[in-house]
């Protein structure tokens, strides 16, 4: 086989470097001997098939592959031995397996071209044909990488991987507030001693890590405080790690709602669900109703019955008070008139606490009461409380009726564990295995700043764990305007391979990471827009393609015209606290998709921000790529002026208005055949 393609006047020349030992040396393989830069580097003629690459896209699943390469080498001889005894991986004094490979192209007299850059997978020998074959496989620095490793020296327990901004609760024994802070993460304990909860940290220099107990009952992440109402928030060096303390006989002290209403008797008010339907916030919005009438033959009264929810009770555990806070309204419908009594009284199933919280002012506006009580000796919470709106008899002859409102109820108490002198305590708060955190993650490795973006944290992985260089990556630029504010959280705490998180990081930021011809990173995506400065080669049928252009679409089963989106992983429970649903009506129409039909659920894992917004959002970009049906161009390009085209290419049709994104290759030394998507 000659070692030159010709096509006219066009000479293309293949040549294979494989490198050896440490890599800085290598021998040159073509079809025949050829001048590659330099008469003075040799290239031997043992090339005896035509190679292929072939690289493509899944934009559905933000992926990129790269096949391995094949070369079949005769066993020619060799500095006076057979080839095979020069690379076999056994007895050999050079040692070629598992190091680098690179294909140049060179067309007539021009520079050569790096079209694949990667490492000798495997060397086989074929006594029957003559032939060695050898593998190259791309650059895949990710391969058999798992993600945390380093461990405690006793435990075994890994020291985690934090990304994103997080923001601990501020609530003490003695300045209670409603813990509404979810975006911690979760910090495994370590260690427990009579002294101390220890919990494992990322890193170092840690000012804002104070560790929280999850309250399954009020649903809260509650932050633990020493006796003097402190928080331990800075980190520590431990074994070959970092990590945060809190004191093991911990403090507590914090508001929440109640969970539900019920109770033993009827409930007066209607949607009494309004009165705790913010478990996170207080409400002045929404209410629970009741009206009343008074007239001169007599009062009225309503009864609104509320849950109290369970709270983590350790060993000993005393309580300082018990606060119930009501934000309340009373207002005239008709009638008028002063009742002889109006009041709203509150009691609770343990006479913890219990009295008048209010004297029900008419008309008045929105009303705040509280009332302050003890805890029983056992430290227990009521199961219930009542809040009663009474309206007493008017002067005879005369009526009023009036609207009670009751927007929002409070409960507040304080805890405390006193593990050191209390053996069931002691075995209460070893039990704990999980705490949460809410420091900021690991920096930017290539910057200063916060590493909070999905494309940053991407990034950032690939740097600090799979070894790239802090150089900005050809794409990344243009990918991290294009994704502002796509803001991630990630949290790992057992090992998992690195592939599977930088290609969940990719889907869930939109966008793809895979190697160029000539081995350096390369992020490709689709942005929302195109004009002519973006388009590398318009192809010209006639001139640069062998049989000209194919049209086709995309198939149906990728079309995706209603997304359903849930996301913002919650650090305790097992569910996610937000979710969005966007719909491509038009689409769904113009392709007769019926009602149940091409509804595409997906839960997103890292990214808590950007998801459903107009235009730049992850819905919207999903949308832009899979929300309708799209055209396919394909084709095989001969000429050499378009052997610039490769996979994320934007490329044009000359005489068509459409802008196309390149999602196949396949190359030889003959030429490249595409395939390519609309994208604008």
Not at 364 to 386: E, R
């Amino acid at each position: 086989m000659s070692t030159e393609l010709v096509a006219g006047n066009v000479h293309t020349f293949w040549f294979i470097r494989l490198y050896y030992d440490a890599g800085s040396k290598y021998i040159t393989v073509s079809h025949e001997a050829a001048t590659l830069f330099s008469a003075a580097e040799k290239v031997l003629p043992f090339l005896q098939n035509e190679p292929t690459i072939r690289r493509s896209l899944d934009l559905k699943e933000c992926t990129a592959d790269v096949s391995n390469v094949t070369l079949d080498l005769s066993n020619s001889l060799y500095r006076g031995a057979p080839f095979w005894e020069e690379v076999e991986p056994f007895g050999a004094t050079r040692k070629y397996l598992n190091r680098a490979a690179v294909i140049w192209e060179k067309v007539n007299n021009n520079t050569a071209v790096e079209r694949f850059s990667g490492r000798i997978r495997d060397i086989k020998l074929n006594r029957k044909s003559g032939k060695v074959t050898i593998v190259l496989e791309p650059n895949q620095p990710w391969d058999f990488l798992s993600i945390p490793q380093v461990q405690t020296k006793h435990t075994g327990r890994y020291y985690p991987i934090i990304y994103g901004l997080y923001t601990p609760n501020a609530s003490t024994q003695t300045t209670r507030a409603l813990c509404g802070q979810v975006d911690l993460w979760p910090a495994e304990v370590d260690r427990v001693s009579q002294d101390y909860i220890l919990a494992l940290a990322h890193q170092s220099g840690i000012t804002d890590g104070r560790l929280h107990i999850h309250e399954e009952g009020t649903r809260q992440l509650v932050p633990l405080t020493d006796s003097g109402a402190s928080y331990n928030d800075t980190s520590e060096t431990y074994e070959n790690g970092n990590a945060i303390k809190a004191d093991a006989g911990y403090y507590q002290g914090w508001i929440f709602k109640p969970t539900e209403y019920g109770g033993t008797s009827t409930i007066d008010f209607t949607t009494p669900e309004a009165a705790h339907d913010f478990p996170l916030a207080e409400d002045s919005v929404t209410s629970a109703k009741d009206t009343l009438t008074a007239t001169g033959g007599g009062g009225d009264s309503g009864d609104l019955y509320l849950g109290i929810p369970l709270v983590n009770k350790p060993g000993s555990q005393t309580s300082t008070t018990v606060k119930v806070k009501v934000r309340w309204s009373a207002v005239t419908i008709s009638g008028s008139g002063t009742p002889s009594a109006d009041t709203i009284v509150l009691t609770s199933s343990d006479s913890s606490v219990g009295g008048t919280i209010a004297s029900l002012v008419i008309d008045g506006g929105a009303q705040t009461s509280t009332l302050t009580g003890t805890m029983d000796s056992s430290g227990d919470l009521p199961t219930w409380i009542k809040l009663v709106a009474n309206l007493g008899f008017l002067s005879p002859g005369t009526s009023l009726t009036v609207q009670v409102k009751i927007f929002d109820v409070t409960y507040e108490c304080a805890t405390e564990v006193e593990a050191a002198g209390d053996s069931g305590a002691r075995q209460e708060t070893k039990a704990v295995d999980t705490v949460y955190c809410g420091a900021d993650g690991l920096p930017r490795s290539w910057s200063s700043g916060a590493c909070d973006e999905v494309q940053e944290i991407h990034r950032d992985m690939l740097i600090r764990y799979a070894g790239m260089s802090t150089g900005t990556p050809d794409g990344y630029t243009d990918l991290d305007t294009a994704r502002s504010g796509w803001s991630g959280r990630l949290w790992l705490h057992k090992p998992v391979e690195l592939q599977e998180v930088l290609e969940q990081l990719q889907f869930e930021g939109q966008f793809v990471f895979t190697y160029a011809e000539d081995g350096s990173p390369l992020y490709i995506f689709v942005e929302s827009s195109y004009s002519a400065s973006d388009v590398d080669f318009t192809i010209v049928e006639d001139i640069d393609t062998a049989g000209g252009v194919d049209y086709s679409h995309t198939p149906l089963t990728e079309l995706v015209t209603q997304q359903e989106i849930k996301y913002e992983r919650h650090p305790a429970d097992d569910r996610y606290i937000s979710s969005e649903t966007y719909t491509n009506s038009a689409a769904r129409s113009a392709w007769d998709i019926q009602t149940k039909e091409n509804i595409e659920t997906t839960e997103l894992d890292y990214l808590v921000a950007e998801v459903d917004t107009v235009t730049t959002g992850f819905t919207r970009v999903r949308d832009q790529v899979y929300g309708d049906i799209k055209e396919i161009i394909s084709c095989r390009l001969t000429r050499p002026r378009a052997w610039g085209v490769t996979l994320g290419s934007i490329v044009k049709v000359d005489g068509d208005s459409n802008y196309y994104l390149v999602t196949s290759e396949q190359r030889s030394r003959s030429g490249v055949s595409i395939k390519a998507r609309k994208v604008g």
